[in-house]
């Protein structure tokens, strides 16, 4: 008999419960491989596995072909690790796209991958995760996987949880082959991944993800040549899964610390921290930032300045973004995920902040003073949002400003910066920092940003001499560019910088340029320090490879702490910002549109809503890829795109008349206007389409992203005449050939030379 998994908290209750009525039995008695046994097993791998089950004909049928090419799929395209839904309760369910067989199977490839590379060679990887469901079973089998394959695995002490910036910084830092990060990032609780990191801590590129899709093939061709396939698990106490090495280091918090030292917290930041009077609030989603960044706060001196909430770890995320009532008005659980600057709709049309509105901060905040900001995580410590509470007299500026906020009464509202806003910001404060230390001369500066960031970064850059490179969406697109300039530092250091941007721009850094800043709208950054970073065996970076939530807290708190004896909020000093570098641009939006329930635990619904989901998402990129394909290749002029969406959306008060450009940046479509910027592009993590807008009038940008983010993708008749059949069935993948042009071009791909690891 299976017993049902309870909880003290009702809506997870209600969770399990779903999930496990609609597990069929087959599935629950499934055990294909017990990572209980703590000594050394087998799992065969059988041709039967491969196809679908069948009560009758094929009892033993995981249907992994159908999970393989799904896993395949996601890796030609995901910005950050190939992430879905898992069924919480039975992880070796394969109907879901993150399960525990899979996991196994990913793993084993890219240690066979590793081993071929590097033959006779000591290879050591790093290993972490995050509190989502699973991931400590993950975090074993990974380890156990690639110990039975001679890889030696670095794991945090107890294997408890670190943020994904560690995982990252220790793969560069101790010159480590790469690592595995357990997480789904800010994504719905019951969805997983794993990142992988490469030896530069940073994340695979498409075609670095190949070489592992390719070696499951291989696995596979051999299970259907010779009907099965042995892979072995080491046992718990192998000692290549090492413990020891993480715990000498405090599970490398003493070198970060270092590190950041020799970055966002010199002393110039640090004492300003030191010297606020007040308190700042750490809302720790999930709760598995907290084991870390205390630590680090600590060792930084500066632990006594904050306060915590939510430091218990949670897998359903203290409840936080989860209803029990789905944005249609239907009966059902529902997640919009930890993202705290998610605006949806409720049905009768009210904006609301789905994930603040779980936080109950009209409650938690009460007793604090007005003026408190509050910096909110997500599970794995990558992302950071910026809260400040303020007087509701502020009201009218904060409209002016394009600051959303919520209303918590007693004439207190909470201020929400986009991190369009909050960066801008954080970037201004760092740069008037380094003048102050007289380093700013010292180098030319310039800062790598996504498309779909703000148009206020470019302006700030051109007012302040930074240059500005622009990428496609995804923090490993910024690490890519960081690589690329430190090949040209290494092979000419005395020559100029250039490299290309994805608008098709060739941006001269200067010579010996230094990375001010990185970042994306979504909430992640980095910033570079003014020595090269060094690794312990000598390579060199001007940045780390993974936005960090940690560095954001400190740039953030020691602008704070600057800001506090003159009791200007946050939103005040961005005015300033904006007038003192005329920024016109001041507004951005973003619109999300989910196509399914993502929670559903029906995975039979779930499949069906995620077949009919990804077909919208895929019509609606591929109505504006295929202009931007079209005009690339010379067949259509900017004018006949006009006509198109002027055709299309007059009738819903849209005109395109001052339309410039349509450009295909790497995993979206850019239209630039005379005022504004409007990208539309299929998400590489969710089942969404994403539309980004910036530009000078903030209700428009919203009106024009929420009217083509949401548009079908049906062909209109003009389309179909000035585009060809052949253009628009073919632009996914000639879109895909441009974007591993601009990838490959001028690349870094010095081969990694393991060293003789001395711990």
Known sequence: MFELKTS????ENELFKSVFDKTPDYIKNLNLMNFDIEGEFSFILKKEHLKPYNEVTNPEGLNLEEWFANYAKEAKVSTAGIRGPQNILFPQDTRFPINLVG????TLAKALVANEKYVGKRIVKVAGCEVRYNSKLFLNAIARIQAANGIQTLVPNG?????????SFLAFKLDLLGGEYITSSHGISVKNAT????SQGSQYLPEESMEFVNKIQQIFDEVNEKGSYEIKIAAIDNPLINESVMKSIDD???????????????????DLIKSFDSKIVIENVGGSAYRTLSRVLKNLGIDDKFVWFNVEEDPFFHSIGKYDVTPKGEKAFYDYSVDATVLAKKPDGTKFFPVIDTLHYDEKLKDYPVGTVVLITDPDHDRLTITQTESADRIPELKKLGVDYIELGNDVVLTVFTANQAFLMLMDFWAKQLKDENLWNNHPRFIIKTTASALSWDEWAAKN????????VGFKEIANIMKKVELKLKNSPKNGVLVDDVFGNTIDLGTNPRLLFGGEESGGMIMGTEDLIKS???RCAVAMREKSATEAIIVASALISKLAPSGNYLSQYLAEVFEDNNIIGRFDTRVDIAYYNESEPDINKLKAAKIEGEALRTKNDMFYLSMAIAKRKGQISVDDIKKILNDRFAADGLSFDNLKSIKFVGDGTYLEFDNKYIEIRPSGTDAKTKAYGGGLDKSEIEKYASVLGNYSGDRTELHKHL????????????AMDYYLAFVDKDANNEPFEIPEYDF
Do not use: F, H, M, R
């Open 103 to 106: 996991i196994v199977l990913a």
């Open 252 to 270: 490398g918090v003493d070198l970060y610390v270092e590190y950041l030292k020799s970055g966002v917290a010199k002393n110039v930041n640090l």
């Open 159 to 167: 294997k408890q949880t670190i943020p994904i910036w560690l995982a």
């Open 195 to 198: 990142k992988d990191l490469n």
């Open 8 to 11: 003290e908290n009702a809506l």
């Open 723 to 734: 585009i060809s059949a052949q253009t628009y069935e073919n632009c996914k993948s000639e």
């Open 465 to 472: 001499d930074v240059k500005v490179v622009n990428v496609p």
């Open 536 to 538: 312990q065996y000598g």
